[in-house]
């Protein structure tokens, strides 16, 4: 089966995601990524460590815009005759995959979270992460969005041929004004661990004791909705529905009730830890571990103890 793989390299660097793609697609079969953007020589070759063969990129532009993409992708998928083709189900793929699906004529798994099942239908997240699917393709193309931390990147080659690219992408009707990215810190959708805290917090002076029990696990910091509202924390640290929606291993969530907009943005974590004063808070229904507690207690002591742990290990 050929696989067509595509890989955002709009920023400096490759996200993880991008090597999860690679790696689901090379379960499936031979695959060729293809991309744009400024991602350099070297960083693309690394995408055969993954299983990719070959990586095609079109240097003629490095935008996002959703209507180049498509061209660019369905261009490669013409080119490589790709039967399947793989995007992470990240904000770039939410845009471009459905677009790509019309433009194709190809069935489009929205949320996979896992490989194919022998009966050939696809597992997927639905109502939010509440519930889980299996959906069936029956066109000729398909077209697969992957849910970022379903599976991790597995290195099973050596590096891949990087072959310049013309993706007929044509002139981008959008306007890029400013471009603001976080610096210095992980991306919440690319994290393994996550502190989150909210309101419980009473104010952002406080979030001291959340940044340095993150600094010390190597966790992104998060929060909920009212704090970011309330301009405690920046909107792009905001998970939920209406936010950032986050698969990590661990995610710490400290002074959050859990109402059901935010638990749709991080039931998908592998471990959840909940520390409330509440013990009747919603959240703990969702929880693997639930302290009952005070977060200024409870966040400072468990940061302690990571750090004694770290240092006799």
Request: net charge negative; charged share 25%.
């Amino acid at each position: 089966m050929s696989v067509l793989v595509y890989i955002d390299s709009s920023g400096d660097k490759i996200a993880k995601n991008a090597y999860e793609a690679v790696t689901y697609g090379k379960k499936l079969g031979d695959v060729t990524a293809v991309t744009n953007g400024k991602a350099s020589e070297g960083d693309l070759a690394e995408l055969g460590k993954y299983g990719a063969d070959k990586v095609l990129v079109d240097r003629s532009f490095e935008g996002i815009d959703d209507q180049q993409l498509t061209k660019l992708v369905a261009t490669a998928a013409e080119k490589t005759g790709a039967t399947t083709i793989v995007f992470s189900n990240d904000l770039v793929g939410k845009a471009v995959a459905p677009r790509l699906s019309v433009r194709l004529n190809a069935g489009l798994v929205s949320g996979a979270t896992d490989l194919p099942k022998e009966d050939g239908t696809i597992p997927v997240n639905v109502f939010s992460g509440k519930a889980f699917g299996h959906v069936k393709v029956s066109t000729d193309k398909k077209i697969i969005a992957l849910l970022p931390n379903s599976l991790q990147p597995e290195e099973t080659g050596s590096e891949a041929a990087v072959e310049e690219f013309d993706g007929n992408a044509g002139d981008s009707r959008v306007e890029v004004l400013d471009t603001k990215l976080p610096e210095g810190e992980i991306p919440l959708p690319e994290a393994e661990l996550v502190v989150s805290a909210g309101r419980g917090l009473k104010g952002p002076e406080n979030w001291g004791i959340v940044t340095d029990l993150a600094e010390t696990l190597g966790a992104a910091t998060a929060c909920s909705r009212p704090v970011a509202d309330t301009g405690w924390r920046p909107h792009h640290e905001h998970v939920g529905q209406t936010g950032v929606a986050i698969r990590p291993n661990l995610y710490i969530a400290a002074g959050i009730s859990g109402a059901i907009q935010h638990l749709a943005g991080v039931n998908g974590s592998k471990v959840i830890v909940v520390i409330n004063t509440d013990e009747e808070a919603p959240f703990f229904k969702a929880a693997d571990y639930g302290v009952v507690g005070d977060a200024f207690e409870v966040l400072p002591r468990l940061n302690e103890a990571i750090k004694k742990f770290k240092a006799s290990n």
